[in-house]
């Protein structure tokens, strides 16, 4: 069973602050790596994706990827209250184009 | 903007009863697949299908069974519901069969089975 693990949170961190959200698969050969967004009674919605190893940086978020040691994280820099939200890690596999979710990590940005 | 509709936001079921849980793209995707969430556990993939009259199981398919007789509706169908199937279902689309592909969400049925 390939996995996709998260610490569900939550994290909370103060307005301004970094947050670093952090997921690791347990498949080498994955291919594809997301980073959705999902408010308090809404569907996921896509804010990244990365499939090479290092950085890509999208205005105050960047994905960040080491395939090597199987781990994908998410910077939110000048995190803001409207950020709060559960962050959901997504990675789809070689020889399928079905999408794996992680479990989510809860984050509270506090004003 | 792609839009992906479910057709009830919340439905309540009796234990045995068949459930049908609808959804419709409309922007042309090839893939449609449905997941299921629950606190904890994230989404889980119930079943997919890359085709018209094409399904795949996905990592939950006991329980459940699909359709897809047009490429812009796939439904789930609960054959005789249980408590264990009380969730929010989430359908989702994307637009062709490649790795890359993100997916577009649906906005969800809660669905409670008593």
């Known amino acids: 069973q390939k996995e996709v693990e998260q610490n569900s949170g939550p994290l909370s961190v103060p307005e301004g602050a970094i947050a670093s959200l952090n997921c690791t698969y347990s498949?080498?050969?994955?291919?594809?790596f997301f980073w959705y967004r999902q408010y308090s009674g809404k569907s996921p919605e896509l804010i990244m994706s990365i499939y090479s190893n290092g950085d890509k940086e999208d205005g105050r978020f960047t994905a960040q990827l080491n395939k090597a040691s199987q781990y994908v994280s998410l910077l939110i820099r000048d995190s803001q209250p409207s950020d709060s939200a559960t962050y959901l890690c997504?990675?789809?596999?070689?020889?399928?184009?079905?999408?794996?979710f992680g479990a989510g990590t809860r984050l509270f940005v506090k004003a | 903007d792609v839009k992906v509709t479910q057709s009830s936001r919340y439905l309540v079921k009796r234990t045995g009863e068949k459930v049908f849980l609808e959804c419709v793209q409309d922007?042309?995707?090839?893939?449609m697949f449905w997941y299921r969430q629950d606190p904890g556990l994230g989404l889980r993939l119930i079943y997919f299908s890359y085709d018209v009259k094409m399904k795949e199981k996905g990592d939950i398919p006991e329980g459940y069974s699909v359709s897809r007789e047009k490429k812009e509706r796939f439904s789930l169908i609960l054959e005789s519901a249980s408590t264990n199937q009380t969730s929010m279902y989430l359908c989702?689309?994307?637009?062709?069969?490649?790795?890359?592909?993100?997916?577009?969400f649906g906005s969800g049925t809660q669905l409670s089975v008593l």
């Open positions: 989702a689309s994307s637009y062709l069969r490649q790795i890359n592909e993100k997916l577009f």
């Open positions: 922007m042309d995707h090839e893939n």
């Open positions: 997504a990675v789809i596999y070689t020889g399928g184009f079905k999408t794996i």
């Open positions: 498949d080498r050969v994955s291919q594809s």
